[in-house]
């Protein structure tokens, strides 16, 4: 509570301290309607003892997770960072939109410098037309681990839900902890060549619950009253894994996905990868008691390690005794239940009929899978831990991404040479069956790597297939765009053919992170009228860092309403 009241404070004296320069452009620029609120967000070491090993994270504001950024449609958000850690940092604000902001999008070294120890940024952007359930973090190294929160986004006055107004709402946030410090683990993954180390447990708004080691009373609650509609927004600020959710003997309706509304589908668990948010409506139609909300792994791919021990919070009911015990969530799939994800994916329709692109003039084609690079190290037992002792990697195209060492938009905006090569292929460069294909040593698994950069005309209408490819093994990949929602028109198992796939282009549902089936293919449209240089990734983390990434420059159009403004006068350097 204490630093809730301090991040109020904070905020009057960001407002009394905001430079009527500053708010004169704003004004200028954006769109009347929404007002503009203001944070701040200071980067902070909080001790923490959790599964009974104590240790210093990476917060902000001393809080884990972090504060909820509150807002409504059409507001302009002026959140202030500053780094009070040895650490660098910055925030993204994913599922924003970043209309005519990509300076304020976050991802370190595509779209700033990261912000360094004793440095302060000011991310403004306004939230046009966007409503719902999103959420930031941190985007360097592997900080968003601990550095989370929601980005809860209200209609305007007066605009009600679609659906009847719940009784109480709440947000759970499902993420995955380590007794470990995170940006070293990063390194110490990459040093190695082989996999990331699986989580100590996995977290309900902070807590794992009672399953671990050490962790009988660390358990997130829920109170409730019998005989009312509850609405949970959840979000999967999860790090490498995926996650299912389920709520003991109660359904889920799902009402909205990554911040936009869908046709009611009610089921008995959802399954959320990084990046993705639902909100789910619950209904307290059982009898008196305590109830399990449990969190527990979606693995697909083969031959993986996971972290197998279930997180549990409590749904309580109001004159439950409080110390029942709690009725095991016996509906949580099995890791590897492929279907349970299919079932949900293909019940997932936008309330609304879309303003999906029927007419494309951009068709992209983008693989997404591992690879295993040759080892060239003196020491391969430390260096090479990869499958057949190699080294693990993952692409797009065959490329694994490279972060260069500065910002790519600034280099992009100030044309300096050198950094990025604007040569990422639009569609592969060898057709194969890419399922089924070469997926192992000695065949050539390896891949390219680089700084490349698609370039997309301004007003383009974007098709884009990710296909999944079986290199070391299939896996549903939780694919991220930043500065953007797309359509998802289709989606399917084995290798895309255009021949048989099915699209709807009627009421698809409106994401900015989809989930490619696993050893099969996902089909987005999108209309490139951002300007900007925006990254896709897989939100996996270590994946990211093995190279599933790729950005896409989209060019200016015509005039200021199409054009990128110029960068703040704040913008950190290298
Ligand atoms: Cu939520 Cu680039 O990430």
Same mark, same amino acid.
């Given at each position: 509570m204490a630093s809730l009241i301090n991040s109020f404070k904070h905020v009057f004296i960001s407002l009394l301290f905001l430079c009527a320069h500053d708010m004169l452009q704003v004004m200028a620029q954006w769109p009347k309607g929404g007002s503009t609120r203001f944070y701040d967000f200071k980067v902070q070491m909080l001790k923490v003892t959790k599964l009974c090993h104590t240790r210093n994270i990476v917060t902000i504001n001393q809080m884990y997770p972090g504060p909820v950024v509150y807002a409504q449609e059409d507001d302009r958000l002026i959140i202030k960072l500053t780094n009070e850690t040895p650490y660098n940092a910055s925030i993204h604000w994913h599922g924003v939109r970043q209309i005519l902001s990509?300076?304020?999008?976050?991802p370190s070294y595509i779209t700033q410098c990261p912000v360094q120890s004793g440095q302060t940024f000011t991310y403004e952007f306004t939230l046009i037309k966007q409503k719902g359930t999103l959420f930031w973090h941190a985007h360097f190294s592997w900080l968003r681990a601990t550095v989370y929160g929601a980005l809860i986004i209200y209609p305007k006055k007066g605009v009600p839900y679609p659906f009847k107004y719940p009784y109480e709402e709440h947000t759970i946030i499902l993420g995955e902890y380590w007794n470990k410090d995170l940006v070293q683990l990063e390194r110490n993954v990459l040093a190695s060549g082989g996999p990331a180390p699986v989580a100590e447990a996995y977290t309900i708004n902070g807590h794992p619950g009672?399953?671990?080691?050490?962790? &009988?009373?660390d358990v997130y609650q829920i109170n409730v009253v019998p005989g009312k509609t509850y609405m949970l927004r959840l979000?999967?600020?999860?790090?490498?894994m995926e996650c299912f959710f389920s709520i003991a003997n109660h359904k889920l309706t799902i009402v909205e996905a990554d911040g936009e509304y869908t046709k009611p589908l009610t089921t008995d668990h959802v399954m959320l990868g990084p990046g993705q948010t639902l909100n789910v409506l619950v209904t307290t139609?059982?009898?008196?008691g305590r109830y399990s909300m449990a969190m527990g792994p979606y693995m697909s791919g083969q031959n993986v390690t996971i972290q197998n021990i279930t997180a549990i919070a409590y749904f309580q009911y109001l004159g439950a005794s409080p110390h029942s015990v709690a009725l095991p969530a016996s509906l949580l799939p099995r890791f590897d239940d492929n279907l349970a994800v299919k079932t949900v994916m293909d019940g997932l329709k936008s309330l609304e009929v879309g303003n999906v692109p029927? &007419?494309?003039d951009t068709n992209l084609f983008f693989t997404i899978g591992f690879n295993v690079n040759k080892c060239n190290s003196k020491t391969p037992k430390q260096n090479c831990q990869g499958s057949n002792g190699g080294v693990m990697a993952a692409s797009m195209n065959n490329n694994s991404f490279i972060k260069p060492k500065i910002s790519l938009l600034q280099a992009y905006y100030d044309h300096?040479?050198?950094?990025?090569?604007?040569?990422?292929?639009?569609?592969?460069l060898k057709f194969y069956d890419f399922v089924n294909g070469p997926n192992s040593a000695p065949n050539d698994t390896g891949s390219t790597n680089g700084t490349r950069t698609k370039v997309i005309e301004y007003g383009s209408s974007v098709q884009l297939i990710l296909q999944d490819t079986g290199t070391v093994t299939t896996e549903n990949h939780p694919i991220h765009f930043h500065g953007y929602s797309f359509y998802v028109v289709g989606y399917g198992s084995g290798n895309y053919n255009p021949q048989t796939a099915t699209f709807n282009l009627v009421d698809p549902p409106y994401m900015n992170t989809i989930g490619v089936p696993v050893g099969g293919w996902a089909a987005i449209r999108f209309v490139a009228d951002n300007p900007g240089v925006w990254f896709m990734h897989c939100h996996l983390e270590v994946h990211m860092t093995w190279g599933l990434g790729v950005v896409l420059i989209v060019k200016n159009g015509q005039g200021p309403m199409e054009t990128l403004p110029h960068p703040p006068a704040d913008m950190p350097r290298c």
């Open positions: 990509c300076w304020s999008d976050g009672p399953n671990y080691n050490c962790s &009988e009373n979000i999967g600020a999860l790090l490498h139609d059982q009898k008196i029927k &007419e494309i300096i040479n050198g950094y990025f090569t604007e040569d990422f292929p639009g569609s592969p």
